[in-house]
Antibody, heavy 121, light 112 residues
Framework: QVYLVQSGAEVKKPGASVKVSCKTSDNIFNKNGISWFRQAPGQGLEWMGWTSARSGSTKYAQSFEDRVTLTTDPSTTTAYLEVRNLISDDTAVYYCASDWSDVHPDTADHWGQGTLVTVSS | DVVMTQSPLSLPVTLGQPASISCRSSRTIVYSDGNTYLNWFHQRPGQSPRRLIY???NRDSGVPDRFSGSGSGTDFTLKISRVEAEDVGVYYC?????????FGQGTKLEIK
């Protein structure tokens, strides 16, 4: 069985941080990488970064690398996205997706349901 | 970064008629393992993207065979042989051959 289940919607003030979780099935967590994407209201999709519990590696999009941290927790097969110093332009739906690894040469095949993060004063 | 350019951005189609969406990459998107990581997604309002096609021409499980992908080099195409009502929404191409992954702008398919 394959699943990615994300945490619920968040409302944050500018300057705050948010941490979004992505609970995955064992087969995804242990074999695949996890990518994170976001979609601002009415806009297209944007890749934020990739992480792999299998390799312990991470890769960030340049526009996010100073404000975003991707982590994984093997004990709960959960991946996390933290975004710091939030601004109104960070208002978006954030998605996790099963992604590439050395034993899973495939990209963005299964997606979580999305987490709406609203940044508002 | 690889720039992905889709056309058209708006696609009105009559039910039962074919539809075609083009996606061009600014450079070739072949990874070192020899695979061309070009995906097509469909997204309905309020839903997560659903992958339809991977590695240019492979249909994902459960995707109707009216959907097909083709192309090579820098030019790729998604075709729907006969559009059905459930096909409305936005279609995106995405390259996964190099970081950062990048998407086309999206093509909004609507029924005439």
């Amino acid at each position: 069985q394959v699943y990615l289940v994300q945490s619920g919607a968040e409302v944050k003030k500018p300057g705050a941080s948010v941490k979004v979780s992505c609970k995955t099935s064992d087969n995804i967590f242990n074999k695949n990488g996890i990518s994170w994407f976001r979609q601002a209201p009415g806009q297209g999709l944007e890749w934020m970064g990739w992480t792999s519990a299998r390799s312990g590696s991470t890769k960030y999009a340049q526009s996010f690398e100073d404000r975003v941290t991707l982590t994984t927790d093997p004990s709960t097969t959960t991946a996390y996205l933290e975004v710091r110093n939030l601004i109104s332009d960070d208002t978006a739906v954030y998605y996790c997706a099963s992604d590439w690894s050395d034993v899973h040469p495939d990209t963005a095949d299964h997606w979580g349901q999305g987490t709406l993060v609203t940044v508002s004063s | 970064d690889v720039v992905m350019t889709q056309s058209p951005l708006s696609l009105p189609v009559t039910l039962g008629q074919p539809a075609s969406i083009s996606c061009r990459s600014s450079r070739t998107i072949v990874y070192s393992d020899g695979n061309t990581y070009l995906n097509w997604f469909h997204q309905r309002p309020g839903q997560s993207p659903r992958r339809l096609i991977y590695k240019v021409s492979n249909r994902d499980s459960g995707v109707p065979d009216r959907f097909s992908g083709s192309g090579s080099g820098t030019d790729f195409t998604l075709k729907i042989s006969r559009v059905e009502a459930e096909d409305v929404g936005v279609y995106y191409c995405m390259q996964g051959a190099s970081w950062p992954y990048t998407f086309g702008q999206g093509t909004k398919l609507e029924i005439k």
